[in-house]
């Protein structure tokens, strides 16, 4: 059995309304694919949402391209949310492409904010060349990891999204979240090479993650 995780650009495919609807706000930290259903119109999606989704209702009322939803709070910051809607060829032949042969698609499948996809396949070796044989010449194709014993995600830090993630490692190693702090924001920002506010947003996302995911675990 091999294991990758991806991400892909499929953005060249044409609009993709619904990850647009669900990844287009500041208030949203990161959209998950729970499990779905694309075998018929409309396609269906069990959604995990992290941040603050009061503004996500009406948007979806609104929109053409969803037949329904039901939203499901777990706190103030955290939701499921049922949906279905009409998904683009384009999507839908993305599904079919990582669910052929042996392969297997292990959620969550993260939505992220640039419209591309991030998603762990486990399969065979052969069944995984011929998928990505199968893509596009248009769909960007990154390998984020290969190998390795876990299978799904374990652990909150390994399901944050990879430059969320990156930033908190290097906070950490840097004193960041000493008391006092032994780095400042700007050079954090100049160690990931990004601007000081891409830098403090990856870290108030990925602590928003982390506090919110504590607090379940404590309460449930």
Known sequence: MERVR???DPTTLGARPMHQHLTSSDEIDET??????????????????YGSYD??????????????YEILPLSD???????????????????????QGTLLTIPPIVLNEDETV?????????????????????????????????????????SLPTRQRE??????ARGYYE????????????????????????LRKAESRIITSLIERVTA
């Open 32 to 49: 998950q694919i729970i499990n779905w259903n694309v075998a018929d119109q409309p396609t269906t999606f069990l959604l995990r949402i």
């Open 179 to 202: 008391i006092p702090r032994t780095v400042t924001l700007e050079q954090l920002a100049t160690d990931l090479e990004c601007a000081t506010a891409t830098a403090a947003e990856h």
């Open 118 to 158: 991030t998603l762990t396949l486990v399969g065979a070796q052969s069944d995984m060349q011929a998928a990505m044989d199968a893509l596009p010449d248009a769909v960007t194709v990154t390998i984020e990891e290969v190998g390795g014993s876990r299978v799904a995600t374990e652990s909150i830090i390994a």
């Open 55 to 68: 503004h996500l209702e009406p948007i979806l009322a609104a929109s053409s391209y969803v037949e329904g």
């Open 6 to 8: 991806l991400t892909i």
């Open 77 to 99: 910051r955290n939701c499921y949310c049922y949906l279905r809607g009409e998904a683009t060829a384009a999507s839908r032949s993305l599904f079919e492409v990582f669910t």
């Open 167 to 172: 930033a908190l490692e290097v906070a950490v």
